[in-house]
């Protein structure tokens, strides 16, 4: 098995930019969901406002995050949120652990998706593992895993929402994807990790799981 993607979400529910090369920290990779979408009252998220998801989030030169390839705070991204996402909606920076749905880091297998055969991009992982069973995933909650120079804590499976069933490029919705993901994979696909080793992680690195 090896890294056959990276990915990161430099803004929360918009779509990411992939990565040759990135160092995994205790807070997964740098710059991830560092921006996110919100209104008066809460944070905004694709589940509920998809139209996010047509919306590119990167990092510049200076590691501050882009949309569409505009500073994030500039006029025209809130003036194109506000007629796309709705009136009230802005965005804000947070660096906090509690930008992450449930742990810093999300690993899929390339096996376990293309069970499905599906984009694996609705499900958003930051490294995608190539070369992987159907089901060697469903083994690994509680085991340490070493990708390239950082080892990983497996914690659980993910709990699969309705953002999966929103098309990357389209957001046309299809709520069989989900009913599928239910049906053939217990609503479970994909792994919620903790980085336990720091360390350089790039694609073609070698994956392997660790026994205690």
């Not at 509680?142 to 929103?166: E, H, N």
Request: hydrophobic share 40%; glycine share 10%.
């Amino acid at each position: 098995m090896v890294v056959g993607e990276i990915w990161r979400y430099p803004v929360k529910s918009m779509a990411g930019e992939q990565l040759g090369a990135t160092m995994l920290t205790a807070n997964g990779i740098s710059g991830d969901r560092v921006v996110h979408a919100r209104d008066a009252r809460d944070v905004l998220t694709a589940r509920s406002h998809p139209a996010l998801l047509g919306f590119h989030g990167s990092l510049g030169p200076d590691d501050e995050p882009l949309v569409d390839g505009e500073p994030w705070s500039s006029e025209s991204i809130a003036r194109r949120l506000r007629q796309a996402v709705g009136p009230d909606v802005r965005l804000a920076r947070f660096d906090g652990p509690e930008r992450f749905d449930v742990l810093p880091l999300l690993v899929a297998t390339d096996g376990a998706i293309a069970r499905l055969g599906v984009d694996r991009r609705r499900f958003r992982p930051n490294i995608l593992v190539s070369g992987a069973s159907g089901d060697a995933e469903r083994s690994w909650p509680g085991k340490r895993v070493r990708i390239g120079g950082a080892v990983i804590g497996v914690a659980s499976l993910r709990q699969r929402c309705v953002m999966t069933t929103y098309d990357p490029d389209t957001q046309v919705q299809d709520v069989s994807i989900l009913r599928r993901i239910v049906r053939e994979a217990g609503g479970r696909l994909a792994l919620d990790c903790r980085v336990i080793e720091p360390g350089r992680v790039a694609v073609g690195d070698r994956v392997a799981v660790l026994e205690d």
